[in-house]
C-alpha cells in the first residue's frame, strides 16, 4: 500500500501564493509518476499538473501554467506544488495521486493511489 499525505492548503487573499506538499509512503518508488488534481464543490475532479520521475516532464492544466509549478525531491519522497497569483476560482480540495507508471498522464482514474486532499481556498 501507498500512503500520500497532503499538507499546506489554506485560506489566501486573490494574488497570493500557497506551497502545497504531498509525502509519500509505503509501497512507493521514485520511478512512479506524481499528480496533483483539484475539486471544487459539485464539480469533476480535475487535472491540475504531473510530474515525471527525474521531474524532467512536467505536465499542466491550461487554467494553472503559467502560475504553479510542480516539483518533486525523490530523496524525500515529496512531491510540490508552487502556486502563484491565485485566483477565487482556484478554490477547491487539492489531492496528490501516484501513477504506478513512468508517464505523466491528465486522467485521474490513471492513478492508482491518492491522499485525503488539502482544502484551498482563496478570496476575493
Known amino acids: 500500500q501507498v500512503q500520500l499525505v497532503e499538507s499546506g492548503g489554506g485560506l489566501v487573499q486573490a494574488g497570493g501564493s500557497l506551497r502545497l506538499s504531498c509525502a509519500a509512503s509505503?509501497?512507493?518508488?521514485?520511478?512512479?509518476?506524481k499528480g496533483w488534481f483539484r475539486q471544487a464543490p459539485g464539480r469533476e475532479r480535475e487535472f491540475v499538473a504531473s510530474?515525471?520521475?527525474?521531474?524532467?516532464?512536467?505536465d499542466y492544466a491550461d487554467s494553472v501554467k503559467g502560475r504553479f509549478t510542480i516539483s518533486r525531491d525523490n530523496a524525500k519522497k515529496m512531491v510540490y506544488l508552487q502556486m502563484n497569483s491565485l485566483k477565487p476560482e482556484d478554490t477547491a480540495v487539492y489531492y496528490c495521486?501516484?501513477?504506478?507508471?513512468?508517464?505523466?498522464?491528465?486522467?485521474?482514474?490513471?492513478?492508482?493511489?491518492w491522499g485525503q486532499g488539502t482544502q484551498v481556498t482563496v478570496s476575493s
Open positions: 510530474i515525471n520521475w527525474s521531474g524532467t516532464n512536467t
Open positions: 509505503g509501497r512507493t518508488l521514485s520511478i512512479y509518476t
Open positions: 495521486a501516484e501513477r504506478r507508471v513512468a508517464s505523466t498522464s491528465r486522467g485521474k482514474d490513471e492513478y492508482e493511489y
